[in-house]
């Protein structure tokens, strides 16, 4: 059931929600868990958003330096991986002995990938 009147602009609609779900629980039960933060003040809860909106972003991208370095089988089963890009990260900072970039490495290319 949906107020949109084309099916298809409310698939299209629907599809990214789950993208924004993955997100929230990464923030939440998955992840940071900010739900357990008891913060009330406005001012401390947008601080810590901030801070972990950029923690997260680094830590997507540790995720992604996983897969692509073959560290997947090092850091979680090897059969399948039912982890998040960000679930990947976080096990990527725990595995003791492992480099952790603490830097953004751009592709090249990158430039017309985002226009």
């Known amino acids: 059931m949906t ?3 084309s099916a298809k602009r409310a698939c ?5 929600r789950f993208r924004i779900e ?6 939440k039960s998955r992840g940071f868990n900010m739900n357990k933060s008891h ?3 406005p001012d401390r809860i947008s601080r810590l958003l901030i801070a972990a909106c950029l923690a997260y972003i680094w830590i997507i991208y540790l995720g992604v330096v996983a897969k692509k370095g073959g560290w997947v089988g090092v850091i979680h089963r ?4 039912d982890l998040s890009l960000f679930q990947l990260g976080l096990k990527y900072i725990m595995n003791e002995g492992m480099e952790i970039p603490v830097a953004f ?11």
């Open 12 to 16: 299209l609609l629907y599809s990214l």
């Open 3 to 5: 107020s949109i009147d």
């Open 105 to 115: 490495v751009l592709s090249a290319g990158w430039e017309e990938s985002v226009r």
């Open 22 to 27: 993955t997100f929230f629980s990464d923030q």
């Open 39 to 41: 913060l009330r003040d």
């Open 78 to 81: 090897t059969e399948r991986c």
